[in-house]
């Protein structure tokens, strides 16, 4: 890439995932090959400072340079690590004191200036004068490189370097950052907690020398494009940061929403500003929100049917009332609603798995669900079958389609899905033929998409997380009549197929997304 495109495309490469920072380094690879300055017109060219020769075998050089540049050893330009050490007792209380943490990482920002006085060191340090570069040692790869603008003493684990006539203090600390030094140096540093760069291989590594004047016109350059990465990296920061505010208040409105209009009112907040919420994350955000929303009846105005009940239905088996438990927000779910133990939903049960040993138990025409089949969607296939012989030999047993599945093991607690088709299940699925009398299929698999956070804090404190159809039956949640069931399914449905259409959006930013990647490949 010349430095012209790379110009014209400057803020498009800052839109690629990680584009500031590769910005950043694309500003160095063309300063220190020559292509982002233009040397002087003119025949005679300011020879460089420093021997004449360039390395004895051309394989050496880390790439090409203008020719009349020159390649040299850190040692050849500047005085490495020369200054004289001294004992934290005698700095004066005055003297800045400089640790590695007061130091960005990848920026190099002074984060912070400290005296000596408010550090109160016990370790030996190095003093270094206005015009040194420091260079952190410690954890190269953090790349922590600037130029002291006065006098102070540092930690030992930063190097003073001092540049010799003919060197800008600036050319070589940017020297020090550019991304083939920073490789080279991770491949050469020594300790595997806490790597360092040895002083043999920083003498010995290779520096880019162009004329004194030339070096002035790429620092100039350098300082100027890292000051729009600067700005940029600021300006996308306050975006992520009034996005996630954004995003945070308008889906809070949402949950919030007390009456029919205020929920409108905050629909089409959210409605109106997708492209802020567009994103895999935020968009999860977002049909989770949708999901609390209908169960705590905010989607759809109540139907003034039937006074609320609380009478029981009949179920797979009774419940112990003193082990009954309930989410606190579902307590506020409408007054024509009625609540329920989970238990009186439908008919609950749980399947089982056939010996593994017994390999005519397997690859049958039974459909066989496991967690893997789960994905918060209908179950219309299973990735295993079992037999007849597999079906009597164990704890198996149909389930009709229309129940709904939920996990009770491991790390995949809550996950859920409908079956539809008749399939059977092991032992870490529980399932619910729904009693028709209370609620539908489809209300009860809204439900327990709902319930995911609750039931994975219900498994927590075994060594392996679990719950039981007992801790799912004694669950009460609050059930709007059958009617009501309906129009709530019916508005989610209408709700997700609009979050369906965010994606669309989200993929048209992937696009953009991927066309400044391409313009980076061409770095």
């Known amino acids: 890439m010349d430095a012209q495109t790379f110009l014209d495309n400057f803020t498009t490469i800052a839109g690629a995932p990680g584009g500031v920072q590769r910005l950043r380094d694309l500003v160095l690879e063309l300063g220190f090959r020559g292509r982002l300055t233009t040397a002087d017109s003119g025949t005679n060219v300011e ?21 009349h540049w020159v390649w040299h050893r850190l040692d050849e330009i500047a005085d490495y690590n020369k200054r004289p050490k001294v004992s934290p007792n005698t700095l004066p ?42 260079y952190g040692k410690l954890r190269p790869y953090l790349d922590k490189v600037l130029v002291a603008d006065s006098n102070g003493y540092c930690t030992t684990e930063i190097v003073p370097i001092v540049p010799k006539a003919g060197i800008i203090s600036q050319y070589l600390r940017w020297s020090l950052k550019r991304p083939d030094f920073r490789r080279s140096v991770e491949s050469l540093s020594y300790g595997m907690k806490m790597p360092r760069l040895g002083t043999k291989d920083a003498l010995a590594s290779l520096h880019p020398v162009p004329p ?31 996005i996630t505010h954004f995003r945070r208040s308008a889906l809070h409105a949402l949950v919030e929403a007390e009456t029919p209009d205020d929920l409108r009112h905050a629909w089409e907040r959210v409605s109106t500003n997708w492209a802020a919420l567009t994103g895999p994350t935020r968009l999860a955000d977002l049909r989770h929100t949708i999901l609390q929303l209908a169960i705590r009846g905010r989607l759809v105005p109540q139907l003034a049917l039937e006074p609320p009940t609380n009478e029981t239905h009949p179920t797979s088996a009774p419940v112990d009332r003193a082990k009954l438990w309930e989410l606190p927000n579902l307590s506020a779910a409408p007054s024509t609603w009625s609540t329920h133990p989970m238990a009186d939903l439908g008919r609950w049960g749980s399947g089982g798995t056939p010996a593994k040993g017994h390999l005519e138990y397997y690859g049958g025409e039974i459909p066989w669900v496991v967690i893997g089949d789960l994905n918060d969607d209908v179950v219309r296939d299973t990735q295993a079958r079992i037999t007849e012989a597999g079906l009597a030999g164990s704890a198996a047993k149909w389930i009709p389609t229309g129940s709904v599945l939920i996990a009770m093991y491991g790390a995949s607690i809550g996950k859920t899905g409908v079956t539809g088709i008749d399939c059977t299940s092991n032992q870490a699925i ?24 609750a039931l994975i804090q219900a498994g927590k404190g075994a060594a392996q997380p679990n719950i039981s159809q007992q ?6 949640v609050p059930v709007p009549p059958l009617a009501e069931q ?22 048209a930013k992937a696009a953009v997304r991927n066309r400044a990647s391409r313009v980076l490949a061409q770095a």
Not at 214 to 221: C, D, H, L, M
Not at 430 to 453: E, G
Not at 471 to 476: D, W
Not at 487 to 507: G, K, M, N, S, W
């Open 471 to 476: 801790v799912l039956k004694h669950l009460v």
């Open 430 to 453: 529980a399932h619910c033929v729904p009693n028709p009398a209370v609620i539908t299929t489809d209300y009860l698999f809204l439900l327990a998409r709902t319930l995911k956070s």
């Open 212 to 242: 004194l004047a030339e070096q002035e016109r790429i620092v100039a350059k350098v300082d100027e494009l890292m000051g729009l990465c600067d700005d940029l990296e600021a300006r996308q920061e306050r975006r992520r940061s009034a």
């Open 486 to 507: 309906e129009q709530i399914v019916e508005r989610v449905e209408q709700l997700v197929q609009l979050c369906d259409q965010l994606e669309t959006v989200l993929a």
């Open 47 to 67: 020879p460089s400072p420093g021997p004449a020769s360039t390395p004895s075998s051309p394989k050496s050089a880390p790439f090409e340079i203008p020719r």
């Open 93 to 134: 209380d005055s003297a800045w004191s400089l640790d590695l943490a007061d130091i960005e990482k990848t920026t190099s920002t002074l984060i912070r200036r400290v005296r000596a006085s408010e550090r109160h060191s016990k370790s030996a340090k190095c003093a270094f004068e206005r015009g040194d570069v420091l």
